[in-house]
C-alpha cells in the first residue's frame, strides 16, 4: 500500500462520502416560493402602501374642504388666512396687505377653520 498523507487521506475520505448534487426540486415545491413572495408582498402592502394611500385621502378631503377664512400652513412654514379659493391655487393672506397665491398641493395643514369660533 503506498504511504498517503493525512490530508489526501482526508480528501479522498470526503471524496468518497460527499452527498450527490441535489436535483431541480431540492429548493421545495413551487408554490412555498410564490407563498413565501406573495407574504411578502402582502406584508409591504399593509405596512407602506395602504397608510400612505389613506393619508393622501385625507389631504385631498381637507384640501376639498377648505373655504375662505381658513388658516392655513403651508409646506413652506408660511401662516395664512385663505381669502380666495381657485380650481387649482389659494389666495394667501400672510400679513396687512400681503398675499401670495399657493397651489393647493402646498397646503399642508388647517390650524384652524371658520367654524371653530362658532363651536367653541
Given at each position: 500500500?503506498?504511504n498517503?498523507?493525512?490530508?489526501?487521506?482526508?480528501?479522498t475520505y470526503?471524496?468518497?462520502t460527499?452527498?450527490?448534487?441535489?436535483g431541480?426540486?431540492a429548493?421545495?415545491?413551487?408554490?412555498?416560493m410564490l407563498?413565501f413572495?406573495?407574504?411578502i408582498?402582502?406584508?409591504?402592502?399593509?405596512?407602506?402602501?395602504?397608510p400612505q394611500?389613506?393619508?393622501q385621502?385625507?389631504?385631498e378631503k381637507?384640501?376639498?374642504?377648505l373655504?375662505s377664512?381658513?388658516e392655513v400652513?403651508?409646506n413652506?412654514g408660511i401662516?395664512g388666512?385663505?381669502?380666495n379659493?381657485?380650481?387649482d391655487?389659494?389666495i394667501?393672506?400672510?400679513?396687512?396687505?400681503t398675499?401670495?397665491?399657493v397651489?393647493?398641493?402646498?397646503?399642508?395643514?388647517v390650524?384652524?377653520?371658520?367654524?371653530?369660533?362658532e363651536k367653541?
Amino acid at each position: 500500500m503506498m504511504n498517503m498523507s493525512p490530508l489526501s487521506a482526508a480528501v479522498t475520505y470526503l471524496a468518497q462520502t460527499a452527498t450527490p448534487a441535489a436535483g431541480p426540486g431540492a429548493a421545495g415545491p413551487w408554490w412555498q416560493m410564490l407563498l413565501f413572495y406573495g407574504l411578502i408582498a402582502g406584508g409591504f402592502y399593509f405596512l407602506f402602501i395602504a397608510p400612505q394611500r389613506k393619508k393622501q385621502k385625507e389631504h385631498e378631503k381637507m384640501l376639498k374642504s377648505l373655504q375662505s377664512g381658513d388658516e392655513v400652513l403651508t409646506n413652506g412654514g408660511i401662516y395664512g388666512v385663505v381669502t380666495n379659493v381657485k380650481d387649482d391655487r389659494f389666495i394667501v393672506r400672510v400679513a396687512d396687505n400681503t398675499k401670495i397665491e399657493v397651489a393647493k398641493g402646498f397646503i399642508s395643514a388647517v390650524t384652524k377653520k371658520t367654524g371653530d369660533e362658532e363651536k367653541k
